[in-house]
């Protein structure tokens, strides 16, 4: 297994001689890449384009394939809710199972959200689901955009 490393630079105080003032030096040293350095690192190794999530209430399953539709077309990668947990479905017919697909759900629904370059949310409401997903993706620095700008929490 290799390790990826890269060269940072950092400036450091250095004396010339007992007699000189302080000056600063340049020094660099290899500093292994932390995950996402090393996922980004790829990506743009291998030309990936941008890649999208797609964030907001299942209720608004419609117009995020809209928005998928319209970000593929601006030649992005989609990733967005692949469940539907609003309608009927035998998967969600036992309570506690449906309870424990939910947090699967949005544990996968996370890692999307660290894969993607950005956020797209969609819908002019906001749950504590999307809130939190909102939260979680500006604290990893990605940025969010919204179909509906005014349901921002943080507008």
């Keep these: 297994m290799s390790t990826s490393f890269a060269i940072r630079r950092s400036w450091t105080p250095s004396f010339s001689s007992p007699q000189a003032p302080l000056g600063l030096h340049h020094q ?11 996922l980004a690192d790829a990506k743009k190794q291998l030309r990936l384009p ?3 999530v797609i964030c907001g209430s299942t209720r608004f ?14 030649g992005k990668i989609v990733v967005k809710p692949g469940c539907d947990m ?30 993607a370059d950005e956020v797209l949310v969609v819908g002019d409401y906001i749950g504590d689901s ?24 943080d507008a």
């Design 28 to 38: 660099s040293y290899a500093q292994p890449l932390t995950p996402e350095e090393k």
């Design 50 to 52: 941008r890649i999208v």
């Design 61 to 74: 399953m419609a117009e995020m394939t809209q928005a998928d539709l319209r970000e593929t077309k601006a």
């Design 86 to 115: 609003k309608s009927p479905h035998e998967l969600r017919s036992d309570p506690a199972e449906a309870e424990a697909l939910k947090v699967r759900l949005d544990d996968l629904h996370r890692s999307k959200i660290r894969l």
């Design 130 to 153: 999307t809130r939190a997903e909102i939260a979680y993706a500006r604290s990893l620095g990605k940025p969010v955009r919204f179909t509906h700008p005014e349901v921002d929490p």
